[in-house]
């Protein structure tokens, strides 16, 4: 209907004008005028926005059907996609080995210092605190070990909660860590899972869908 679709885009324009130019058609028309756009060209380009989506609607995505037995059949097929990764809640400090050899020296030194001081008892945050001045205390961070470098996942990998791992050497610093919790590896029950399986899954049909509706295009005239 021409009529419903003129309206539609002057509907769009008021919503324009009202909320990127508060409400000044003479604003709205200065843009357009930067951009050496007409006002007939702009209507052009929003009703053939509004007749694309149109006929998308109408070819592709009222035409996705998704049932609940494919969303379960996908869920049941990649069980691996639907757990949840453990994690490790860590404190860190961390002591720059600054330049030359015996920077690094020191700062190893100091290190193996603050951990003894850790594994007596003496708190994490406090020790952080007294590291230096760039140290920063701040609240631990849950990582799982993809986030993490490898030299730190494979040092806290058999640290209990609440045990200090041993000195870690990364980059150009040297780390200690404290376990502060755990969280194991779950799987994602199939009620947390399904919403976005479905979102998943209607995007997928919604792509072949497309894709068969422009080749059928691409038959019958050109498209860029």
Do not use: C, H
């Amino acid at each position: 209907n021409p009529e419903a679709i003129d309206r539609m885009v002057d509907s769009r324009l008021e919503e324009v004008v009202q909320s990127s130019f508060k409400g000044d058609r003479s604003a709205f028309l200065a843009a357009l005028g930067e951009e050496n756009v007409s006002m007939q060209e702009w209507k052009s380009e929003v009703r053939d926005s509004f007749l694309f989506s149109k006929f998308r609607w109408d070819e592709v995505d009222s035409k996705v059907l998704l049932s609940p037995t494919a969303v379960r059949s996908e869920y049941n097929a990649n069980p691996d996609q639907y757990r949840a990764a453990g994690a490790v809640k860590l404190r860190i400090i961390t002591l720059k080995k600054g330049d030359g050899g015996d920077g690094a020296a020191q700062a190893r030194q100091r290190a193996d210092a603050l951990r003894k001081e850790a594994v007596e008892g003496r708190d994490f945050a406090a020790l952080q605190q007294s590291a230096g001045p760039d140290e920063k205390v701040s609240e631990p961070d849950w990582l799982a070990p993809g986030d993490m470098r490898p030299e730190v996942a494979t040092a806290v990998s058999g640290v209990k909660v609440g045990e200090i791992s041993p000195v870690v050497e990364v980059g150009d610093a040297f780390l200690i860590l404290k376990v502060e919790e755990r969280r194991a590896e779950k799987v994602i029950p199939f009620e947390e899972a399904r919403v976005e399986i479905e979102r998943r899954l209607r995007l997928k049909e919604q792509n072949r869908l497309y894709d068969l509706w422009i080749a059928r295009l691409r038959k019958q005239v050109y498209v860029r």
